[in-house]
C-alpha cells in the first residue's frame, strides 16, 4: 500500500515530566531515518498550533537529549483549543478555535500529529481526531493515572526522586526520633506514594484512594515506640483527604482548564498529629516540582523510546484516534475514546496494597 504521509508534526501538553525529550527525539529519528518523512514540532503545546509557532525537528535538533527532563518543544497546561481564552474588542473570551489550528496544520500539510500529554492534552487529541484529524497519543504524566496503559512515561522517575527522598528521611528521622512525613505528587491517584513508600520502606502510606484516620496513624506511631522504634516515617500523597475531610487546595490557577492545584495535606496531618503525639517532634517535606524535573531514569528512557518508535509505525500504518500504551511488556495502542475521562487509580483490594499491609505498613485506615 502507497504510504501517504510525507509529514508529521508533534507537540507537547500539560505538566512537562522526563521522558518528553526522549519521545520527541524517537519520533523524529525514527519518522527520519525509517521513512523519510520531514518532522515539525509545535511550541508550548496547542498554543503553539494555533499561533502556528513551530520549529523543524532534524536530527542535529533531537541530538543529546535523551536523558534530559523537560521538553526541548516547552508545554502549558493553560491551553484548550475547544475553550480558548481571546481578545476581543478589548475583552478576554473563551471561544472554540480548533478550526484555526486545523487550517494551520493544512496550510504547513502537516498529515498527522503525535501529541504527548496527560488526560488534559490527550482529551483535546480525542475532539481533534473527532473533527477527523489525523491524531496519535502518547501517554505520559508523573501520576501515572491514564487508563489503557499499565505505566506511563515519567512515572518511573518521579518514583526514582520520590523514593531516594524517603531513604534520606529515614537516616535524619533516625538520629531525632522524629516523625517525618513526606508529601509527594499524584493528583487524585496515590501511585506515587503507595510505589515510593513500598521502596523507601515507609511505616505509613496514605493515598486518596483510602481515606485515613488521623487516630489510626498516631497508635502506629505509638506501637513502633513499643517496638523501641522511636521514628516514623510517613509517605503522603497530595490528594489524600482524612475520613469525613477534604482534600486540601494550595492554588486555583484560574486561567487552566483544571484549576485546583492540590498541596497541604502533608503540614495538616503534622499539625493534627502533634496534638495527639508529644513524645515526637513531627516535621513535613513537600516534594513538589522535583518529581518532575532533572534526569530520566533509564526505564523512562527505553519506555519513551519505545512510544516514540510505535507512534511514527502507526502513523505509517493509518491508525488514528489512538494512543500507544503498554500490556503487560508489549507494545499496544488504544481508541483515544476509551482513555479520556477514565481515570487509573489504585485498587485499595489490590495487589500492591495487600503486599504492603503483608509487610506491616499502615494507611491509616
Ligand atoms: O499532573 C502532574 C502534576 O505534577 C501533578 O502531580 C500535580 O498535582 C500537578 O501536576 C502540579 O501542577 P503545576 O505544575 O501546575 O503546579
Same mark, same amino acid.
Given at each position: 500500500m502507497e504510504n501517504k504521509i510525507k509529514k508529521i508534526a508533534l507537540l507537547t501538553g500539560g505538566g512537562d515530566c522526563p521522558g518528553l525529550n526522549a519521545v520527541i527525539r524517537a519520533v523524529t529519528r525514527t519518522a527520519i531515518l525509517k521513512y523519510g518523512y520531514e518532522v515539525v514540532g509545535y511550541i508550548f503545546g496547542y498554543r503553539g498550533l494555533y499561533h502556528n509557532q513551530k520549529v523543524n525537528l532534524t536530527l542535529d535538533s533531537v541530538s543529546g537529549i535523551l536523558h534530559k527532563g523537560g521538553t526541548i518543544l516547552y508545554s502549558s497546561n493553560k491551553d484548550n483549543l475547544f475553550d480558548y481564552l481571546v481578545e476581543e474588542n478589548g475583552q478576554r473570551v473563551r471561544k472554540d478555535v480548533s478550526d484555526v489550528a486545523i487550517e494551520n496544520m493544512k496550510k504547513e500539510n502537516i498529515d498527522a500529529l503525535v501529541v504527548i500529554g496527560g488526560d488534559g492534552t490527550l482529551t483535546s487529541a480525542r475532539d481533534f481526531s473527532r473533527k477527523g484529524l489525523n491524531v496519535i497519543g502518547v501517554p505520559k504524566t508523573i501520576d501515572n493515572d491514564l487508563a489503557a496503559t499499565e505505566v506511563t512515561f515519567g512515572f518511573n522517575s518521579a518514583l526514582e526522586v520520590a523514593t531516594e527522598a524517603l531513604g534520606r528521611l529515614h537516616t535524619t528521622a533516625e538520629s531525632h526520633r522524629r516523625v517525618m512525613i513526606l508529601e509527594v505528587m499524584g493528583r487524585n491517584a496515590g501511585w506515587i506514594a503507595l510505589e515510593a513508600g513500598i521502596a523507601g520502606s515507609a511505616d505509613v502510606i496514605v493515598i486518596p484512594e483510602?481515606?485515613?484516620?488521623?487516630? +489510626?496513624?498516631?497508635? %502506629?506511631? %505509638? %506501637?513502633?515506640? %513499643?517496638?523501641? +522504634?522511636?521514628?516514623?516515617v510517613i509517605v503522603i500523597a497530595e490528594g489524600a483527604k482524612p475520613k469525613n475531610g477534604d482534600v486540601v487546595i494550595n492554588r486555583i490557577v484560574e486561567d487552566s482548564p483544571d484549576p485546583v492545584r492540590l498541596g497541604g495535606i502533608g503540614n495538616k496531618l503534622a499539625n493534627d498529629l502533634e496534638k495527639i503525639i508529644k513524645d515526637h517532634e513531627i516535621r513535613c517535606t513537600i516534594l513538589g516540582h522535583l518529581q518532575r524535573g532533572g534526569t530520566t531514569t533509564t526505564y523512562d528512557r527505553i519506555l519513551s523510546t519505545r512510544y516514540g518508535v510505535a507512534a511514527v509505525e502507526m502513523a505509517n500504518k493509518g491508525e488514528f484516534g489512538k494512543m500507544v500504551c503498554l500490556r503487560g511488556d508489549k507494545i499496544s495502542s488504544e481508541s483515544l475514546e476509551n482513555v479520556i475521562g477514565k481515570a487509573k487509580l489504585v485498587d485499595e483490594h489490590g495487589e500492591l496494597v495487600q503486599v504492603a499491609k503483608s509487610i506491616g505498613v499502615s494507611f491509616g485506615d
Amino acid at each position: 500500500m502507497e504510504n501517504k504521509i510525507k509529514k508529521i508534526a508533534l507537540l507537547t501538553g500539560g505538566g512537562d515530566c522526563p521522558g518528553l525529550n526522549a519521545v520527541i527525539r524517537a519520533v523524529t529519528r525514527t519518522a527520519i531515518l525509517k521513512y523519510g518523512y520531514e518532522v515539525v514540532g509545535y511550541i508550548f503545546g496547542y498554543r503553539g498550533l494555533y499561533h502556528n509557532q513551530k520549529v523543524n525537528l532534524t536530527l542535529d535538533s533531537v541530538s543529546g537529549i535523551l536523558h534530559k527532563g523537560g521538553t526541548i518543544l516547552y508545554s502549558s497546561n493553560k491551553d484548550n483549543l475547544f475553550d480558548y481564552l481571546v481578545e476581543e474588542n478589548g475583552q478576554r473570551v473563551r471561544k472554540d478555535v480548533s478550526d484555526v489550528a486545523i487550517e494551520n496544520m493544512k496550510k504547513e500539510n502537516i498529515d498527522a500529529l503525535v501529541v504527548i500529554g496527560g488526560d488534559g492534552t490527550l482529551t483535546s487529541a480525542r475532539d481533534f481526531s473527532r473533527k477527523g484529524l489525523n491524531v496519535i497519543g502518547v501517554p505520559k504524566t508523573i501520576d501515572n493515572d491514564l487508563a489503557a496503559t499499565e505505566v506511563t512515561f515519567g512515572f518511573n522517575s518521579a518514583l526514582e526522586v520520590a523514593t531516594e527522598a524517603l531513604g534520606r528521611l529515614h537516616t535524619t528521622a533516625e538520629s531525632h526520633r522524629r516523625v517525618m512525613i513526606l508529601e509527594v505528587m499524584g493528583r487524585n491517584a496515590g501511585w506515587i506514594a503507595l510505589e515510593a513508600g513500598i521502596a523507601g520502606s515507609a511505616d505509613v502510606i496514605v493515598i486518596p484512594e483510602i481515606p485515613y484516620d488521623t487516630n +489510626k496513624i498516631a497508635e %502506629k506511631i %505509638k %506501637k513502633r515506640d %513499643k517496638e523501641g +522504634k522511636l521514628f516514623t516515617v510517613i509517605v503522603i500523597a497530595e490528594g489524600a483527604k482524612p475520613k469525613n475531610g477534604d482534600v486540601v487546595i494550595n492554588r486555583i490557577v484560574e486561567d487552566s482548564p483544571d484549576p485546583v492545584r492540590l498541596g497541604g495535606i502533608g503540614n495538616k496531618l503534622a499539625n493534627d498529629l502533634e496534638k495527639i503525639i508529644k513524645d515526637h517532634e513531627i516535621r513535613c517535606t513537600i516534594l513538589g516540582h522535583l518529581q518532575r524535573g532533572g534526569t530520566t531514569t533509564t526505564y523512562d528512557r527505553i519506555l519513551s523510546t519505545r512510544y516514540g518508535v510505535a507512534a511514527v509505525e502507526m502513523a505509517n500504518k493509518g491508525e488514528f484516534g489512538k494512543m500507544v500504551c503498554l500490556r503487560g511488556d508489549k507494545i499496544s495502542s488504544e481508541s483515544l475514546e476509551n482513555v479520556i475521562g477514565k481515570a487509573k487509580l489504585v485498587d485499595e483490594h489490590g495487589e500492591l496494597v495487600q503486599v504492603a499491609k503483608s509487610i506491616g505498613v499502615s494507611f491509616g485506615d
